[in-house]
């Protein structure tokens, strides 16, 4: 079935679903006339819909009864245009985006640039009723992904359920020195001192306790890639768990780590699962590994 529509979005056309299968793949079935570059920008642009939520990801995994709405104008101005901040999925609920290095997850201090404010002025102009919620935070010099949600409502329900909501999240980091073990787990307590710095200690501190898993993704003679798991979120957790290890992360002055081999702190959230706080669906996002951190491991 395929019939032309019109909306407060502009222009569409709509098709039906008649069987599972991922989103990419249905278009390039069904839309004509168009090269797989242009339905590639179509839906990088938020010029797809699934019923009535605006869905980005090439592998959103449709299902038989689903509307597929695509929009037919040559410009989609909804369209977030940063050098900082990449939206990877979003619907009238939440944006999931990819921070870069040098920005806050939210303003501080006298600091303008930061996610919040990049996303604020993004709904102001697609014109979206909508403002920005933090929900978790990455520190400005980690990338990777986060959550965002667009009313205090959705906000309320992840942070009250984060840890029942979020069922894997993984980060990646560069160390120093070659990782003698493969796997493990790092447990202990965590508190700040008066100079906001974290320090860990074996024994209950009057901290937080933080539990941080690590699997060694290769190891070469002088770093290694590491991936970490967070059973709890504590500040700067991976940081000083790595810095315990005697492997800090590389760039991380803050723990005492001056190695640097490629100018950034060597750290990304790269994979980023949870239940939907509204329709409750299972939601997957991950990102490539940094090149630069493939880079940095062979120097």
């Not at 209950?204 to 979120?233: C, I, P, R, W």
Request: contains cysteine.
């Amino acid at each position: 079935m395929k019939r032309n529509i019109i909306d407060q979005k502009g222009d569409y056309t709509r098709y039906e679903v008649e069987r599972e299968q991922p989103l990419l793949e249905f278009l390039l079935e069904k839309v004509k006339g168009q090269s797989k570059s242009k339905i590639k920008a179509t839906l990088q642009g938020h010029g797809v819909l699934v019923g009535k939520t605006c869905v980005t990801k090439f592998d959103y995994m449709l299902k038989p009864g689903m509307c597929v709405a695509v929009s037919n104008t040559k410009r989609n101005l909804n369209i977030l245009r940063s050098r900082y901040v990449k939206i990877v999925y979003e619907d009238q609920y939440i944006v999931v985006v990819d921070k870069a290095v040098g920005i806050l997850s939210m303003a501080a201090g006298h600091s303008s640039l930061n996610v919040k404010a990049v996303l604020d002025n993004y709904f102001h102009k697609s014109r979206q009723r909508c403002q920005a919620h933090v929900v978790h935070r990455l520190d400005r010099d980690t990338s990777g992904l986060m959550i965002y949600a667009k009313d205090m409502q959705t906000e309320q329900a992840l942070e009250h359920q984060w840890h029942e909501a979020v069922y894997d999240r993984r980060y990646v980091a560069l160390l120093s020195g070659r990782m003698e073990q493969k796997e493990g787990t790092i447990a202990n307590w965590l508190k700040d001192n008066s100079a906001y710095i974290t320090y860990s200690s074996p024994t209950d501190n009057g901290g937080k306790y933080a539990v941080t898993h690590f699997y060694t993704l290769e190891t070469q003679a002088n770093y290694s890639l590491v991936q970490f798991s967070l059973e709890t979120g504590r500040k700067n957790q991976i940081r000083v768990h790595a810095a315990d290890m005697g492997h800090p992360v590389c760039g991380d002055v803050k723990y005492g780590n001056g190695d640097n081999p490629i100018g950034r702190l060597c750290l990304h959230a790269y994979v980023l699962c949870f239940y939907h706080p509204v329709t409750h669906e299972k939601m997957e996002f991950s990102t490539p590994i940094p090149q630069s951190f493939i880079q940095g491991l062979r120097m």
